[in-house]
């Protein structure tokens, strides 16, 4: 009886992962294909003479009252500068986060058939860490200035449980948070 038991429950474990393979194999066969766009690299990269053209292309991160004198202190200013050096010495590379963002837009349009992928855009917030994903319907803002990890000298004034959450592999896990908060029902508190 003993060796029918386990026979059982070995049977039923394996099905249960030749139907998760299945649907695993689905998931990756959706076509979703991202390009990171990395504002930050453009913003603080690019000479002061040509803010204009950055505006021209990134017209929502710069509201029309704002003197442009305000973008080239924020340009020049050494804290601000380091804290693009600090992303840059963390996120030169982004490969890994683009792929995990691919895979996480394909598992949310295999769910939900109507998800269009937004343009995903990297900021720096400094430090804003309560705003560190900004979900639109055409637009997820990423400020990977709260991602550098959680002993960073830049978190040092954040309760450590707030900021264990800091480092790279919660980008996903923010991201794929913000969607759920969007696609499924939320009851209202009473």
Not at 70 to 77: F, L, P, S
Not at 100 to 119: A, N, T, V, W
Not at 133 to 139: E, F, M, N, R, S
Request: net charge neutral.
């Amino acid at each position: 009886m003993k060796n029918w038991l386990s026979l059982f429950s070995l049977l039923v474990v394996l099905s249960s992962c030749d139907k998760k393979n299945k649907i695993e194999k689905e998931v990756e066969e959706i076509p979703v294909t991202i390009n990171v766009e990395r504002f930050d690299k453009i913003f603080y990269e690019s000479p002061v003479e040509n803010l204009q053209n950055v505006k021209q292309k990134y017209p929502y991160f710069f509201p029309a009252q704002t003197p442009d004198s305000v973008w080239v202190n924020k340009i020049k200013n050494p804290l601000n500068r380091e804290l693009y050096s600090e992303v840059q010495k963390k996120y030169s590379n982004f490969e890994k986060v683009n792929s995990d963002l691919e895979s996480l837009f394909q598992h949310i349009k295999f769910y939900f058939p109507e998800f269009k992928s937004p343009r995903v855009i990297t900021t720096t917030s400094f430090v804003d860490y309560r705003n560190r994903i900004i979900v639109t319907d055409t637009i997820t803002l990423i400020s990977i200035d709260t991602y550098l990890g959680s002993d960073h000298e830049f978190y040092q004034g954040i309760q450590k449980y707030i900021r264990q959450d800091f480092n790279k592999d919660h980008i996903v896990v923010d991201l794929a948070s913000e969607y759920a908060k969007k696609y499924i029902f939320q009851e209202q508190n009473k």
